[in-house]
């Protein structure tokens, strides 16, 4: 009778900004908890329902993991992806066309020249593979002195322990098969700060 109630816009509003740092989402009623705690009690009654479900409930996990780190979600990031030193180091690396990612096609072409028969092939297969190492190495080089001198310049008071390994295995990989997936385009310029 004397209680006073809220305008239905005024609920709207409340709803659409969610509040900083809270969770996203409005808490469960008690009744939807209620329900929901039922349901996971539910057991099934035999094994092979029981692993139908577990497969379902990881396969969904799996591919909301999948879609997070796809989308650039650092809640769903692995441990060793976290952080703004990470986050420069991806883009670090994805800015630069670097031969390594070219590893895998000039070995194919290689080994597909060294099994012709062809004596003259074989040996273009042993200098294709022979270069390859040299320019392997020394791109990978190049990268770990560049790499060091801008975070030593950017992140003068962050630890850099495993950023070349962080670095090298990320370059080593195909630019379309990286995850978290690139944010940068090749020769793209960086951003100035990482602290967002």
């Not at 509003?13 to 969770?23: L, S, V």
């Amino acid at each position: 009778m004397f209680k006073r109630t809220k305008s239905p816009a005024a609920d709207e509003q409340a709803a659409a900004e969610p509040k900083p740092g809270g969770k996203g989402r409005p808490t469960p009623t008690r009744k939807e908890a209620e329900a929901a705690a039922k349901a996971r009690a539910k057991a099934p009654t035999d094994r092979r329902e029981s692993a139908r479900r577990q497969r379902e409930y990881r396969a969904e996990e799996s591919r909301k993991i999948r879609q997070g780190m796809k989308s650039g979600d650092e809640r769903y990031f692995l441990p060793r992806d976290r952080g703004r030193v990470r986050r420069f180091i991806r883009d670090y690396v994805d800015r630069r066309f670097s031969i390594v990612e070219m590893v895998i096609p000039l070995m194919i072409v290689g080994l597909l020249l060294g099994y012709t028969g062809n004596s003259a092939l074989v040996q273009a297969s042993s200098m294709v593979l022979l270069a390859t190492v040299l320019f392997v190495v020394t791109d990978m080089l190049l990268l770990r002195f560049r790499l060091r001198r801008e975070l030593k310049a950017r992140f003068p008071d962050e630890s850099l322990k495993g950023t070349t390994y962080y670095a090298l295995t990320r370059s080593m990989q195909m630019k379309f098969m990286r995850l978290p997936k690139a944010r940068v385009k090749i020769g793209q310029p960086l951003p100035e700060d990482y602290d967002r």
